[in-house]
């Protein structure tokens, strides 16, 4: 059912506002510069429980404030509605060290895996092309993020992985400088092979859906993902130990994975135009729009972020299609994008 509205409080520029969303297509109008971008980041953190721009939290928190709030209505059914919330901060809150982001539901404190899976979301921004031009981190995150949204399991081996992963490093690096034992690795090695392999595992099943989905497409059916594993197990760990030692850091893992889109045999982040990238970019967004809906078993809400001037019509046709009885919240600085839509309701900022 997709959200219904949303409040911003000291929430990047806005001071307080609040919002409401058609069930079809809300279209969000206005120059640049006016927060177009900044609403759909604040529906992306109550539904995923991250930003999908922000470095730092604090960057989210209105210029001159100490805290920046913001909560969405989610309707469960036609009578039954659940408030989510995230707060965000520097850290520091009345001169007090606090976490800098706290997450309720209905008022109530949470973690952040308590939030998700409410209001699954598949984003589409011009920046997606590094999907495929960027580096392997991105391409992990666009991972992460699908996958945290449907699967709790993945969401805590993610994070008992990386926390895992970063205590590692520091004996790591100790062990270098002579100030601690290799024996002092095996309980987090132990960890990282665990965790890490339930990541990897994960991870292929949802490679391998999205190629899948590419075979019966007839717009996709030329593109492959390849799934580059660093895997992770103690021989392997044992092989890279003296190098890893050397270098301070864990060399092996679902930190060093990667994807390699490919169309036939051409890996387009070395030899695909900017337009066969856009193309992919496109194909593995409706991935993960079919996969989210079918795992979470809830129709996805999509948020378009002025992504229309990037494509030529055949793409366009292909995301109208796919907005069709979804949730669709959109935004342009462009008025002639207004023309596409049957039946819209119109923010303007």
């Known amino acids: 059912m997709g959200i219904r509205s949303i409040h911003l409080s000291d929430f990047r520029n806005?001071?307080?506002k609040s919002f409401e969303f058609s069930d079809g297509v809300t279209v969000i109008a206005g120059e640049n510069a006016k927060g177009k971008t900044n609403l759909l980041e604040a529906i992306y953190l109550v539904g995923v429980g991250e930003s999908f721009r922000a470095k730092r939290t604090e960057e989210m928190v209105r210029f001159g404030q100490e805290l920046g709030r913001v909560s969405g209505e989610v309707p469960l059914s036609k009578t039954?509605?659940?408030?989510?919330?995230?707060?965000?901060?520097?850290?520091?809150?009345?001169?007090?060290?606090?976490?800098?982001r706290k997450y309720l539901v209905?008022?109530?404190?949470?973690?952040?895996?308590?939030?998700?899976?409410?209001?699954p979301l598949?984003?589409?921004?011009?920046?997606?092309?590094?999907?495929?031009?960027?580096?392997?981190?991105?391409?992990?995150?666009?991972?992460?993020?699908?996958?945290?949204?449907?699967?709790?399991?993945?969401?805590?081996?993610?994070?008992?992985y990386e926390q895992a992963l970063r205590r590692r490093?520091?004996?790591?690096?100790a062990v270098r400088d002579g100030s601690a034992t290799r024996y002092s690795l095996a309980f987090w090695d132990g960890l990282l092979i665990k965790h890490g392999q339930v990541i990897q595992e994960k991870r292929r099943e949802l490679v391998d859906y999205i190629n899948g989905l590419f075979e019966k497409s007839e717009l996709f059916k030329k593109l492959?993902?390849?799934?580059?594993?660093?895997?992770?197990?103690?021989?392997?760990?044992?092989?890279?130990?003296?190098?890893?030692?050397a270098v301070g850091y864990t060399l092996v893992g679902p930190h060093k994975d990667d994807l390699i889109i490919k169309e036939g045999t051409r890996d387009l982040l070395t030899y695909g135009s900017r337009g066969e990238q856009r193309m992919a970019v496109l194909a593995l967004k409706m991935g993960e729009i079919y996969?989210?809906?079918e795992k979470g078993k809830?129709?996805?809400?999509?948020?378009?972020?002025?992504?229309?001037?990037?494509?030529?019509?055949m793409h366009k046709q292909e995301v109208l299609r796919v907005m069709a009885s979804r949730q669709v919240i959109v935004t342009t600085a462009d008025v002639e994008d207004l023309k596409m839509f049957e039946k819209v309701k119109i923010i303007n900022l």
């Open 14 to 16: 806005y001071e307080n």
């Open 80 to 100: 039954d509605i659940i408030n989510l919330e995230v707060v965000v901060n520097g850290g520091l809150v009345m001169g007090k060290v606090v976490n800098k």
């Open 106 to 119: 209905d008022g109530v404190s949470r973690r952040r895996k308590d939030i998700l899976g409410f209001l």
């Open 122 to 160: 598949v984003l589409f921004r011009p920046e997606d092309i590094e999907l495929i031009s960027g580096s392997p981190d991105v391409r992990r995150k666009f991972l992460d993020r699908l996958m945290i949204q449907v699967d709790k399991y993945y969401e805590q081996s993610l994070g008992t």
């Open 169 to 173: 490093n520091k004996i790591l690096d």
């Open 224 to 245: 492959k993902v390849v799934y580059d594993m660093s895997t992770i197990s103690e021989s392997r760990l044992a092989q890279y130990a003296d190098a890893e030692v």
């Open 291 to 293: 996969y989210l809906e």
């Open 298 to 313: 809830k129709r996805a809400t999509l948020l378009l972020d002025d992504i229309f001037s990037e494509l030529d019509e």
